[in-house]
C-alpha cells in the first residue's frame, strides 16, 4: 500500500483540534472525509502534532495509506478540492517509505506564537493572535526565555490534562522578537508538553509587563509546579510552524 505524506495548514478557529472528538469537528475528520470523497478509501490519518482547538498549523504533517496508487499532485489537487470550504489546505503531498510515520518519525517540532502588542483591537488579525494592549518589553522577555533552554522537568508549564508520560523534555531554542505592533516567540524541541508553549508564554507575558523577572522564571521553572506559573496564552495565538525529520 503506497504511503503518503501531506503538509498541511490550517486555520484552527472552527476545529477543536487535530483528533477527532464527539464533541465537534476536527482537523483530522475533515482530512479524511477529503480523501474518502477522491477515491472511495475509509483510511485513518496521522499527525505530527495534536493541535488544540483554535490552534493554527502552517506546516502540520500527515500520512496515511491508500490501497490503490495515484500520482502526488493528484492526490493534493483532489484532496483540495474535497476540502472545501474548509479552512484548511493541503500546500504538499509525496510518496514516502513505508516506515515513515508523521509523529514517531520526527525529530523536533516548531512552533511559533503571535502577540498583538497595540492598544487598537484586532480586526483582520482577530482570532489569530493574542491581542495585549499593555505595552511589552520584548528584549526583556527574551532574556528571561532563554533560562528554559536546555534539558529540565517543565512540569510548571505542563497542562494538568497532559498524557506525557515523563514532564521533562529538551527545549531547543526560543527567542522572542518584536516587528513592529507584533512580538512573535518561536520555539523549538523534539516534542512539546500539553499546552507547555502557550504556558511558557503566558509566563513571559508577565515578565514584559515589569511584574517578573528572569530570576523569577527560573524560580518558577525549578518550582516544578503549574500554580507557580503565568496564565495559559489563548491557542489563537499559536502556530505549529514547522516538523523535522
Not at 493541503?90 to 515513515?100: G, I, K, N, S
Not at 493572535?129 to 529540565?152: F, N, S, T
Not at 494538568?160 to 523534555?169: F, G, L, T
Request: aromatic share 8%; glycine share 8%.
Amino acid at each position: 500500500m503506497p504511503r503518503y505524506r501531506l503538509i498541511v495548514e490550517y486555520d484552527g478557529a472552527d476545529f477543536v483540534g487535530w483528533q477527532r472528538q464527539e464533541n465537534g469537528l476536527a482537523v483530522q475528520q475533515v482530512i479524511e472525509e477529503a480523501i474518502l470523497r477522491f477515491c472511495g478509501e475509509r483510511i485513518t490519518t496521522f499527525a505530527a502534532g495534536r493541535t488544540d482547538a483554535g490552534v493554527h498549523a502552517l506546516g502540520q504533517v500527515v500520512h496515511f495509506d491508500l490501497v490503490r496508487e495515484a500520482g502526488p499532485d493528484t492526490v493534493r489537487d483532489a484532496i483540495n478540492f474535497h476540502l472545501r470550504p474548509a479552512a484548511v489546505a493541503v500546500r504538499t503531498a509525496e510518496r514516502v517509505a513505508d516506515d515513515f510515520h508523521a509523529r514517531f518519525s520526527a525529530v523536533g517540532r516548531a512552533y511559533l506564537y503571535r502577540i498583538a502588542n497595540r492598544r487598537a483591537p484586532l480586526a483582520l488579525d482577530r482570532g489569530r493572535a493574542w491581542w495585549v494592549p499593555v505595552p511589552l518589553d520584548a528584549q526583556a522577555m527574551h532574556e528571561a526565555a532563554q533560562g528554559l533552554i536546555g534539558r529540565h522537568d517543565f512540569s510548571s508549564f505542563r497542562a494538568a490534562e497532559c498524557q506525557a508520560n515523563s514532564p521533562v523534555k529538551t527545549l531547543s531554542a526560543i527567542e522572542v522578537a518584536r516587528d513592529g505592533d507584533e512580538i512573535r516567540v518561536t520555539a523549538r524541541a523534539r516534542s512539546f508538553l500539553h499546552h507547555q508553549v502557550r504556558n511558557m508564554v503566558g509566563t513571559l507575558k508577565r515578565v514584559g509587563e515589569g511584574k517578573w523577572s528572569a530570576g523569577d522564571v527560573a524560580r518558577i521553572l525549578a518550582a516544578r509546579d503549574r500554580a507557580a506559573a503565568g496564565p495559559t496564552a489563548p491557542a489563537c495565538g499559536l502556530y505549529l510552524t514547522e516538523v523535522f525529520y
